[in-house]
């Protein structure tokens, strides 16, 4: 049974009206911890799993900050069962991240709460960091009342990020508890929403009141996400031109120094150990005499493309657009685009889109006998 | 561009289809010299990455074949190939690598007079697809 609620805004606070809501989750016997972005010493803003109720001061899931997605922490809180019950608040890419976790068996969902709130983007690591040396007082609401409801490609003269403004899922369908922000008066009331049993146990046990969505609710959600998709439309438009044969594929990838960066940011690159790191691509050193020869020159460090390629097989599947890889490059290679690309193709042809159903299995893990004989044989088009 | 010589990397299940080509090997068919034939124990551990390294380093084409339905030596493998076929169908079109270009068979230990008309088949189209879409590295 789904249930409404909302959360009153007091001094055209936003940000504390989710605080306040936070802390009263956390006085729950039923909730142990919290796990939310807060600011560290004024700086950053990064994930912290919160027990002490005066450290949820701090919190702010808010800010632009999107240092890292926050699913791989939850899968180190949960891939064997962390002994309480912890309330997450994640952005939408982060959900629909863990429930790939889930299903790859790198996380659980007992003992785990998800708590969404309606996603308003956000900044690069490095325009955040810049934004936040300028000064962070009120950041968070600074942030909800400029790009709200609007979904604007910059915020106070930085650019929202590439995956942010192509991204289609403003909402966390897949909480236990949403909060949202898009058709709200953010200076009134935010409306609360719980998708799941446990999420509406938690609604009765702090006795939210009873309400209604905001009537504007679904026509703002609907705006928005439009205007993403368009972005998101022209981005692929743009990104599949730029790849469409493997030179330029290279190219595209031309500044990678293998450092493997986007993979480690990579909320659903799962392997505890990646090929690309085994002894396989540490190639005996007569091979890249013999490349060089037979080619006339190889590109160092070698094995860019294939690496690239291989990881879209391998994950694009299981890719939720969250954007980490760009943010993660040290080069600014803007990795997600082809991600976007290739994965929106991918999961199309398997009728799979990644975070949508914690039933559904990932592709590769399943088959049907009677599926895809047409790409059996010699077959041409 | 018609490519005189094309080489097709082949991706060959050791119960069935290496099987057949040992067949075509000793009733003495002819068959195109075009074809690399790599013996794996089954197509269901041909994992995308094999396919992309044979295509950056060049391989006109990739042949994967191994049994029919329902006769999988680990009973479902060919299965899980075809879904990875499915996928990589997808994926290398983006790229400028064309579908056609990658090859999923089923061709039985029996089938060696097969076996030896598919290569001449493969290597024709390989011919006409023309210059290998690879080689970036």
């Known amino acids: 049974m789904k249930r409404t609620s909302h959360i009153l805004v007091e001094n055209n606070d936003p940000s504390a009206a989710i605080r306040r809501f936070l802390a009263s989750l ?49 899968s180190r809180l949960t891939r064997k069962t962390p002994g309480g019950k912890i309330v997450a608040v994640l952005r939408p890419c982060e959900i629909r991240a863990v429930k790939e976790l889930v299903k790859l068996k790198q996380a659980e969902t007992d003992g785990l709460i998800l708590l969404g709130i309606d996603c308003p983007g956000a900044l690069g690591n490095r325009d955040f960091q810049a934004l936040a040396a300028e000064g962070t007082e009120g950041l968070g609401n600074r942030f909800l009342r400029g790009v709200i409801p609007d ?53 009765d046990d702090i006795s939210a009141p009873e309400s209604e969505e905001p009537a504007d609710r679904k026509a703002a959600v609907d705006k928005v996400t439009k205007a993403r998709t368009a972005r998101r439309d022209a981005m692929f438009e743009k990104t599949a031109e730029q790849v469409n044969n493997l030179d330029k594929f290279a190219d595209y990838f031309a500044n990678c120094v293998n450092c493997y960066n986007c993979r480690v ?34 590109r160092l460090p070698a094995d860019t493309a294939f690496y690239h390629l291989t990881r879209l097989a391998h994950m694009s599947t299981a890719c939720v657009g969250c954007g980490q890889c760009s943010n993660a490059c040290p080069n600014d290679i803007p990795v997600m685009e082809v991600f976007r690309l290739t994965a929106h193709r991918t999961q199309a042809a398997f009728d799979y889109e990644a975070g949508r159903n914690i039933e559904e299995p990932p592709p590769l893990s399943v088959f049907s006998e009677n599926e895809f004989t047409g790409i059996v044989g010699i077959t041409k088009r | 561009m018609q490519k005189e010589d094309p080489t097709i990397i082949a991706f060959v299940c050791n119960w069935c289809t290496y099987t057949a080509a040992d067949l075509a090997g000793v009733s003495r068919l002819n068959y195109p010299k075009n074809v690399r034939l790599i013996r794996v124990m089954c197509t269901g551990m041909v994992d ?68 030896a008309q598919t290569i001449k088949q493969l290597t024709d189209i390989a011919r006409e697809q023309g210059a290998e879409a690879g080689g970036a590295a």
């Open chain 1, 151 to 203: 979904a604007p490609a910059e915020f106070e003269g930085r650019p929202i990020s590439e995956a942010c403004k192509a991204c289609e899922f403003p909402v966390p369908d897949g909480a236990d508890i949403l909060i949202g922000l898009y058709g709200a008066d953010l200076n009134e009331k935010l409306p609360v929403q719980s998708n799941t049993p446990s999420g509406n146990d938690l609604l």
């Open chain 1, 265 to 298: 940011a990579c909320p659903v690159c799962y392997c505890r150990e990646c090929v690309f790191n085994t002894n396989v691509f540490d190639h005996e050193p007569f091979r890249y005499l013999q490349w060089a020869k037979r080619r006339g020159g190889v």
């Open chain 2, 48 to 115: 995308t990455q094999y396919v992309i390294k044979a295509f950056l380093e060049g391989a006109d084409m990739v042949w994967i074949s191994g049994c029919h339905p329902g006769d999988c030596h680990y009973i479902n493998g060919n299965y899980k190939a075809r879904r990875k076929v499915k996928l990589l169908k997808e994926i290398l079109p983006l790229f400028g690598v064309s579908p056609e270009r990658l090859v999923l068979t089923w061709i039985g230990a029996s089938d060696g007079i097969e076996f």
């Open chain 1, 26 to 74: 956390l006085a729950l016997d039923s909730v142990d911890a919290v796990l939310t972005p807060r600011w560290l010493s004024e700086k950053t803003v990064m994930p912290a799993l919160i027990n002490d109720p005066d450290q949820l001061e701090q919190a702010d899931p808010c800010s632009p900050a999107f240092m890292m997605n926050s699913a791989k922490l939850v």
